[in-house]
């Protein structure tokens, strides 16, 4: 059906905020009731009459709910996606569709309310000089940096003929009964490190001595705000068994060392390798903090109100993603307050600098080239240890090929902001 003689009327609730009133003829809506009833006619199961051969008033009567909702769900989308089209709106969100209007032998009336990106003028680029300042490295950062590598690759040696001393790492498995009820708590296997100042009440002194087979018990009385809602306000009975008990060995750092991490000659090779990167992690943290200062000065001078849908979205990602990092956690109500508080700050800063940043895109007609996009995918190729064609397919079947040279535009953008505004 064309909805080409369909009737729009925009009303410009506020800079982001669009309200269309769409009126279609009653011709179309006839047509288009019509149809869905002879479909109803069609299988249409009537008691003393065969299928498909009950009067059409009798099927009008049994189901004409089920026909109107048909003919709505029909013709509204369609004459909404035929009105934002030829009017050039691009909602950001699902438009919400109110004040349905429709009798017998009239025009269909409704309303769809949505966010749009709103028109605003980017401030003088000029405006937003800013200093490059020098990015220094000093030899204890270096050092800091060796000694997490030599952290990470350290060894944990069983020990045996001895008991658990402050230090070790010690598997345990343990089983807790509240004092009060007498109901057990599942049993669990743990690492704890020996001697740790954050450990449980009485845990330490349990664990001193013992050798592995060995069990103790201790008790623990929890604060009524503790974090586990389980276990808050309650006194718990642990009986704990040494599984295993074992010691933290760390390398020596030296030219074996360095070898040992299968690429470099020697310690100095790794030294040199390690300013390296965390140089270039320097000056892009220092990017970073430059672009986002930019921007921020930029939007201040600014007046823009930003789609809440977008700002929605957005707290929605990094609520998630904070959730995701404390996963089997308890949070308090205070505590979840605070980061629905402080997401939605972040999502308002982040959306308002993503829209400064397509705005200037479009002013100075930044774009993603062909050859671009395929540097691209074969930079993930390399990244990822795959063809470019393994890339390529990947993007398609996640329908994710516009993303990429949004990326590209994305960067580039801010490539030429930081141009602009950095003054050597």
Known sequence: MNESDSGYKLETISPSRRRLAVEIPVEKVDEEYERILKNYMSGAKIPGFRKGRAPREMVVRAFNDDIRK????????RALSAGLQSLNLKPVNTPKISDVKHDKDMPLNFK???????????????????????????????????????????????????????GDYVLIESQGRDLETGRLL????SVVLAGHKENEAGLNDALDGLNVGESRSFRTSYANDHANKRLAGKEIEYRLTVKEIKVKKLAEI???FARGLGEYSGLAQLKDKIRDDLLQAKKREAR?????????AMAAKMKLEVPESLVEAESLVIIERALKAIQGRSISREAVQKLQAEARNQALERVTHHLIIDKLADKEGINASEE?????????AHENNV??????????????????????????????????????
Do not use: C, H, M, W
């Open 70 to 77: 048909d003919l709505y769900d029909e013709l509204i989308p």
């Open 112 to 166: 769809a309310e949505f966010e749009v990106v709103p028109n605003f003028d980017l401030p003088a680029l000029e405006d937003f000089k800013v200093k490059s300042k020098p990015v220094e490295l000093s030899d204890d950062e270096v050092g800091a940096a060796l000694e997490n590598i030599r952290a990470r690759t350290a060894q944990y040696l069983p020990v045996s003929g001895r008991g658990v001393t402050a």
């Open 186 to 189: 599942p049993v669990e296997k």
């Open 254 to 256: 030296d030219d074996e």
């Open 288 to 296: 970073d903090s430059l672009t986002k200062d930019i921007l921020t």
């Open 372 to 380: 671009e996009i395929k540097e691209e995918v074969r930079r993930l």
């Open 387 to 424: 063809t470019p064609a393994a890339i390529e397919d990947y993007l398609r079947r996640q329908g994710t090929q516009d993303d990429l040279a949004e990326s590209i535009i994305f960067r580039k953008s801010i490539d030429f902001l930081v141009k602009k505004a950095i003054i050597d």
